[in-house]
């Protein structure tokens, strides 16, 4: 089981409040063979755009990417098939986060968009 670290659940959550009604994305980093997300990365693509838009090799990482975080400005925190395609190529932790983007709006999914267990640290 994936652990995550109780500050990314915050800042993911700080940053989809902040973003709606547009959808936030990030991407998990840390270490991946503790399984244990340290770090949430801001991406610099346009909020509300999809993640085609994300350029991963422009991005500075200290640390491997483990997966993705994205919000939906809905009440459904289910990934879409698209969601699903970019699951398959970024990583293997996908956190969603829905309204009312609380602790308890955040599922989280495998990279074939199965639904997994985390535990926050
Ligand atoms: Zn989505």
Redesign the pocket.
């Known amino acids: 089981m994936f652990s995550v670290k109780n500050e990314v659940i915050e800042a993911f959550l700080e940053a989809s409040k902040n973003t709606f009604p547009h959808e936030f994305i990030g991407l998990l980093a840390g270490n991946e063979k503790n399984m244990a997300v340290e770090e949430l990365v801001v991406v610099p693509a346009v909020f509300g755009e999809t993640f085609s838009q994300i350029y991963l090799h422009m991005l500075p990482l200290s640390e491997p990417i483990i997966g993705t975080c994205?919000s939906?400005p809905s009440f459904s925190n289910r990934?879409?098939s698209q969601?699903v395609r970019t699951f398959q190529k970024t990583g293997t932790l996908h956190l969603?986060a829905c309204r009312p983007f609380s602790t308890t709006s955040i599922r989280a999914f495998d990279q074939t968009g199965r639904e997994v267990k985390i535990k926050t640290v």
């Open positions: 994205h939906h990934p879409s969601d969603i």
